[in-house]
């Protein structure tokens, strides 16, 4: 090696910082895929030959995977090495990615895409309980901050970065890239990150506890992502939230009669975790339900490319960026639930200011709610992570996490399902009165194409102007949901989330429990 290249020093000093930068690399790479995937998909369908049921199985193999592994792999980190998992899960995610990028077939692209999912429901936990573990309680919100800020990066950019990709380049290409970010989260991760666990714990897995629960949130999120192509009141839709139930309330006897449980009940005795995942899960409702039908709306009725799209949300992502890093500092000062309830309050007026929406409606307008959007988010994301991770002990890390970004994920994807139930109930009454000549098949078919944002391309001009109007009507009626929903969140971080959440730090005579595990690297 040249004596003027040097290697990066790491040091007791700089070491968390660095162990910070590792998080925010995978991070960074999970939140980008789940953009960049979606400006794919047109190209996916063309090379892979795939039919409408693949594309959207692309996606759904991804999320049930991603949704069930949350908690298991937080806890699972909690017992034998939160470094450990995670490296686990960056492997095999940079490992999945790769083997997308080869893939001859849709049926070998959605295998792989259920095991990449995998690798992030490991990932994503783990980089909350590995900064919970690494910063202590008075620099926590800076760095969760930090942290939620490389997320909004990832969202801004990654519209941008899977256009330009799969345009200059190839769909394969978007997976690709995840090859080098997942060497370098490696390989910072092996040099700064200190493997930590739980060592008040039994080393024993609830297998009972583990089958059960991923039985419970596969049967509902499936449910969710299916209710509006099967219909709500389906037999197959009520059997799998029934599975849900049933296979939720096995999962509590069962925890309750284990020695060594997957999930302690105990974390939610605590106002102000509970009051964190009530928040997530409103928060997580309401953005990604805003952000999945307006990109339709932009798209088929406002008639924008999906990279014009993509471009008009920077200034929610943009927002996000830059205020959640403020947040993160604000919380550790003056707590999280001021910042927390006034977020949600901006996040209900975007809603609400949303509700104005037109056929016709001009980009000044949409930006009011897309700035104001991003503002509120900022503001909610990294104290509402600080609030949750700092009322449990940092032994409890991992599980707190996975149950944090498990809730997360259940409250977009019911955003998402609800607000199109919401768009095809009121669009089914629309449509009859806008063309009342359609048979009632005709009807149907038009009202199912609402779901997708359709706007009736290649009909009647008179049918798209009445689908454009039809789910411009519905949408803006569904938003004030949306809007109502994050007013009652505000009210409830108020309520629940204490005015200060400090973590409880280890007493001095029980250092060994929550200390580092000794690093065997060598």
């Not at 040249?2 to 040091?11: A, D, L, W, Y």
């Not at 919380?331 to 309830?341: K, Q, V």
């Not at 629940?496 to 200390?515: G, K, N, T």
Request: include cysteine; glycine fraction near 10%.
């Amino acid at each position: 090696m040249s004596p003027s290249i040097r290697m990066p020093k790491i040091n007791e000093d700089n070491r968390r910082w660095w162990t910070l930068g590792a998080m925010c690399f995978a991070l960074f790479m999970i939140m980008l895929d789940n953009t960049v995937v979606n400006v794919a998909l047109p190209s996916i369908q063309r090379g892979l030959h795939a039919s409408t049921s693949s594309l959207e199985w692309t996606v759904n193999a991804y999320t049930l995977t991603f949704a069930v592994t949350l908690v298991t792999g937080g806890r699972l980190g909690d017992l034998f090495g939160r470094r450990r998992m995670f490296l686990f899960g960056v492997i095999v995610f940079g490992t999945s990615s790769f083997l997308i990028g080869l893939a001859q077939s849709d049926i070998w692209l959605i295998a792989f895409r259920a095991v990449q999912g995998v690798g992030s429901g490991f990932m994503m936990p783990a980089t909350l309980s590995i900064i919970t573990n690494t910063f202590p309680a008075r620099e926590r919100g800076r760095a969760i901050g930090t942290w939620a800020g490389v997320s909004a990066m990832a969202l801004a950019i990654g519209p941008v970065v899977g256009g330009l990709l799969v345009q200059e380049v190839s769909w394969q290409s978007i997976f690709f890239l995840n090859v080098p970010v997942a060497i370098a989260a490696i390989a910072v991760t092996l040099l700064a990150a200190r493997e930590s666990r739980d060592e008040t714990a039994i080393r024993e897995v609830d297998v009972p506890g583990v089958v059960t629960l991923t039985i419970a949130l596969g049967a509902l999120v499936l449910g969710l992502i299916q209710s509006n192509e099967w219909g709500w009141s389906s037999a197959r839709v009520l059997g799998l939230f029934a599975l849900a139930l049933l296979s939720l309330a096995a999962f509590v006897a069962i925890e309750h009669s284990r020695r060594a449980p997957m999930v302690d009940f105990g974390v939610f005795r605590s106002r102000s975790f509970f009051g964190a995942n009530v928040v997530a899960f409103i928060v997580s409702f309401a953005m990604f339900a805003m952000f999945f039908f307006l990109a339709l709306y932009m798209q088929d009725v406002l008639r924008y490319t999906p990279l014009q799209a993509g471009i008009r949300f920077l200034p929610s992502t943009a927002m996000i960026m830059i205020v959640a890093p403020i947040a993160g500092r604000l919380a550790d000062s003056i707590g999280p639930r001021p910042l927390m309830t006034g977020g949600l309050i901006l996040v209900s007026f975007a809603m609400f200011w949303m509700t104005g929406i037109t056929t016709h409606s001009g980009y000044g307008f949409l930006s009011v709610s897309f700035v104001v959007m991003g503002l509120g988010m900022g503001f909610v994301m990294s104290p509402m992570s600080t609030a949750a991770m700092n009322s449990v002990e940092v032994t409890k890390a991992g599980v707190a996490s996975g149950i944090l970004s498990m809730v997360r994920m259940v409250g977009s994807t019911f955003g998402v399902a609800v607000l199109g139930a919401i768009i095809a109930t009121l669009g089914r009454e629309r449509l009859t009165t806008l063309l009342p000549h359609l048979s009632t098949g005709q009807h149907a078919r038009l009202v199912d194409a609402l779901g997708s944002g359709a706007s009736g391309a290649g009909l009647p001009a008179r049918v798209q102007t009445a689908m454009s109007q039809t789910y411009v009507y519905a949408l803006s009626n569904a938003l004030y949901v949306a809007g109502g929903l994050a007013l009652l969140g505000a009210l409830l971080a108020w309520v629940l989330v204490a005015a200060r959440v400090h973590a409880e730090e280890p007493a001095p005579d029980r250092m060994p429990v929550s200390a580092p595990v000794p690093d065997t690297r060598g």
